[in-house]
């Protein structure tokens, strides 16, 4: 029977993260993924934000599949037929190192599993994960989909992504409440380099990132997204699934939707789809995330909640708490302490002196202000609009009736203390 | 004991193979690598006779770096040794020039321990010639058997095997002397699930890598491109469809709007057709 040091479910970047650190610091890992290959999983098309990363291979910008840096971000807030927003572009975002990249993620997952594999993890991959071997409530290895398939270790790391199975078999993880999962679907849409480079007004090598709010999500709690990489655009929008159930709205209908939106089409106009994908984000941010660690286990990534809906930010928390459960497994061991449940506390106050837990905890209330508050995708959307229109159409009207107009508009829909409260609430969420 | 030698060929999964949409030649770029579908007949038949009489099986191909994986692979299904015979000066090589440089590293693995089975596939999925195990089979003076579809017998003692080969009028059974080629036919069996046990060694196994000498080439004549005669005068693409599938949409999405939705357009398009079903209605 195997026994390692330590084993980790996943081979997504919080898995990979982790893996890595602990076998450089020359640990016996064991790593298993489910997918064919690591990446075979995983929704392709995303940002990567550098510093994660460089924190634990420095040199990855020589070797990693990259797709274009990233040098101008535009928010929208979209109306049926027009949007109003701000674009920021800046020529110090072409200043090497780069901060922020687009990836295919299918490329990008295997490239990092390979290195995970240079530094010694053996990595196992199309074998499934089927529970937690116990002995009495602490962990001690892990049962497979395999003949003979039971391995142990005297740590488990689940990186096993947003609803984990195991976690939630081991009673560690409640039930995913539809509440705090959101549901995302993108497509790849393929267009040659120079029309890429045409549309988005940029140079070879650099990209332009949309995120976008509004009507695009029907009223439901969500946003939009686009993101060029070097001959494709990554688009797809995402809503709380407690919504998609509610509404009954198919998501690829409102991707359509979206896709023929005026100041979209144009963009990707003539984009032959090469990739359609549907994946949970766990967006309940601090207020939902289960226990993290125990006696034998630790929770890495997504399938701890570690995601910061507010800024899209995912990977780079999967590969910060990666890496801070390995060091905290590695100073154990290095000094002859167990892996109980006591010990590994000094994971989570790792994290807390991270910008994880600090960005986490600002915006714990984000999600249940959003949730109470659906004006904040249909109703300013469309005022915000409407004002920019109003104020831009040269009709004979006098400007100052027009601010009236608008500031009626306003009051109207939301009436001034619902103003005065939707801007406190806004306040409170973003503090 | 037994010694069994298996031929695998890397190949791009051609169910994932996209063809550029302007360009129309083929991307290679995030087609996954698989092990030749009908190199994974060949492989557990070998197997088989493992569990059953006892063998040793050695994997082989030749290849690029990366079809480590595949050897890797095959390790975690129960071989028991893989050697990854990869050397710049393979490149370019046709059926001619990779059955020699096959044979000759066959040769080399004789040396430590004699072997008495080669399995190779029917062919492969992104060649189609079926002609590299023949020629292996030539070169080293083995009985040759191509299309079996099963093995009957095996016998160390008698130096004999008796296996079944497909044919046009039906099955012949044959029976010859070891050492021999055998090539698998398609379908004549279903690869194992690998057991975790064999899982975790695969991972562990370090791949023999043989270059040109290891695999007992001193003369690069007979390797690589100039070891291949084969002339390609044409390579094309055939033209991309056309015509673009069309969504249905209605308004409220229910099943009996949409499915009117599209005979509405089905008529609009081939007016025959409803003038057929109108027809047979009457
Ligand atoms: C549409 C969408 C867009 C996103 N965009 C961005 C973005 O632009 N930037 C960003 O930083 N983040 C983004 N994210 C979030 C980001 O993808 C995740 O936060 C990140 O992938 C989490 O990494 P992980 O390793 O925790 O989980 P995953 O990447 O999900 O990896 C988990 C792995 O575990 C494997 N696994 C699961 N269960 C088992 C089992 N039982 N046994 C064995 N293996 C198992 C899975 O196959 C998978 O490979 C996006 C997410 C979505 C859905």
Same mark, same amino acid.
């Given at each position: ?14 898995? /990979? ?20 290959? @690591? ?11 550098? *510093?994660?990363?460089? =924190? ?37 975002? /072409?200043?090497? @190192? ?12 295997? &490239? ?38 039971? #391995?142990?270790? *005297? ?47 940029? /140079?070879?090598?650099?990209? #332009? #990132? ?76 601090? =207020?939902?995330? @289960? ?5 034998? &286990? ?11 809906? #507010? ?26 302490? *167990? ?33 109470? /508050? @659906? ?51 806004? &306040?409170?969420?973003?503090? | ?82 050697? %990854? ?29 004699? +072997? ?22 030539? !070169? ?13 017998? +095996? ?9 079944? !080969? ?10 010859? !002397?070891?050492?021999? %080629?055998?090539?698998? %036919? ?48 044409? +390579? ?25 939705? %599209? ?20």
């Amino acid at each position: 029977m195997e026994k390692f040091d330590c084993i980790v479910v996943g081979a997504g970047p919080s898995g /990979n993260a982790a893996a890595y650190t602990l076998a450089k610091a020359g640990l016996s890992v064991l790593q298993i993924e489910r997918g064919e290959y @690591p990446g075979s999983k995983n929704v392709q098309g995303a940002i990567l934000y550098s *510093d994660a990363l460089e =924190r634990i291979i420095p040199e990855f910008r020589d070797e990693a599949p990259l797709e274009r840096h990233i040098i101008e971000q535009r928010m929208w807030v979209l109306d049926d037929d027009s949007y109003i927003g701000t674009h920021y572009r800046s020529d110090a975002f /072409n200043q090497k @190192p780069y901060n922020r990249y687009t990836i295919l993620r299918a490329q990008f997952d295997k &490239w990092f599993s390979e290195k995970v594999a240079q530094q010694g993890v053996l990595v196992i991959c199309e074998t499934t994960v089927t529970d937690l071997i116990m002995d009495g409530k602490r962990v001690v290895g892990v049962r497979t989909d395999r003949e003979q398939g039971e #391995v142990f270790a *005297d740590i488990v790391i689940l990186a096993d992504g947003v609803n984990s199975l195991l976690a939630k078999k081991a009673g560690f993880h409640p039930e995913l409440n539809p509440g705090d999962v959101a549901l995302a679907v993108k497509e790849i849409l393929f267009l040659p380099q120079e029309s890429v480079e045409s549309r988005f007004n940029v /140079n070879e090598g650099e990209g #332009v #990132v949309i995120e976008m709010i509004g009507k695009i999500t029907q009223g439901m709690m969500g946003t939009g997204f686009l993101y060029t990489n070097q001959e494709s655009i990554t688009i797809g929008v995402g809503c709380m699934l407690s919504d998609f159930k509610k509404e009954r709205i198919p998501p690829y209908l409102l991707l359509e939707r979206m896709k023929n939106h005026p100041a979209i089409k144009p963009l990707i106009q003539g984009g032959e789809m090469k990739e359609y994908t549907a994946h949970l984000i766990p967006e309940g941010g601090l =207020r939902a995330m @289960p226990q993290i660690c125990g006696d034998g &286990w630790m929770i890495v990534g997504d399938s701890g909640m570690f995601v910061n809906a #507010v800024h899209r930010e995912g990977s780079n928390l999967a590969m910060t708490t990666g890496r801070l459960a390995a060091e905290t497994v590695i100073d154990l061991k290095r000094a002859g302490k *167990d892996f109980t449940s006591a010990n590994l506390a000094s994971y989570r106050s790792r994290l807390d002196d991270s910008f994880v837990m600090k960005d986490l905890a600002k915006y714990r209330d984000m999600p249940g202000v959003f949730h109470a /508050n @659906p004006q904040f995708f249909t109703t300013y959307p469309e005022l915000l609009n409407n004002a920019a229109r109003t104020m831009l159409t040269v009709d004979g009207g006098d400007k100052k009736s027009k601010e009236r107009e608008i500031l009626r508009s306003f009051t109207r829909s939301r009436t001034l203390p619902g103003l005065l409260s939707d801007a406190y609430k806004m &306040w409170r969420a973003l503090r | 004991m037994l010694h069994i030698v298996v031929c695998i060929k890397q190949v791009p999964d051609s169910a994932q193979i996209r063809v550029h949409p302007v360009t129309n030649t083929i991307m290679r770029q995030g087609v996954p690598a698989i092990i030749n579908p009908y190199d994974l007949y060949a492989l557990e038949e070998a197997l088989r006779i493992k569990d059953k009489f006892g063998a040793y099986v050695t994997v082989i191909t030749m290849g690029p770096p990366q079809a480590e994986n595949a050897l890797r692979k095959a390790l975690s299904f129960g071989a028991d040794d893989a050697i %990854l015979v990869t050397d710049r000066a393979f490149a370019g090589a046709d059926t001619l020039a990779t059955s020699f440089a096959l044979a000759s590293a066959i040769g080399q693995i004789e040396k430590n321990m004699p +072997v008495d089975l080669v399995f190779c596939g029917k062919q492969t999925i992104d060649g189609d010639t079926a002609q590299v195990g023949p020629g292996i089979a030539k !070169r080293l003076e083995l009985e040759l058997l191509t299309y079996i579809s099963s093995i009957e017998s +095996v016998n160390a003692a008698k130096r004999e095997i008796v296996v079944q !080969r497909r044919s046009e009028g039906g099955v012949q059974v044959l029976k010859t !002397r070891l050492p021999s %080629l055998i090539t698998m %036919l398609e379908g004549s069996n279903e690869m194992r699930f690998a057991t975790m046990p064999n899982m975790i060694r695969a991972a562990k196994t370090k791949v023999s890598r043989w270059d040109r000498v290891a695999a007992g080439i001193e003369d690069v004549s007979n390797i690589g491109l100039k070891g291949s005669p084969t002339v390609v005068s044409k +390579v094309f693409a055939p033209s991309p469809k056309t015509v673009k599938a069309e969504m249905v949409q209605t308004e409220s999405n229910d099943p009996q709007d949409l499915a009117a939705s %599209l005979l509405m357009r089905m008529f609009t398009k081939f007016p025959q057709v409803r003038e057929e079903i109108a027809r047979s209605a009457n």
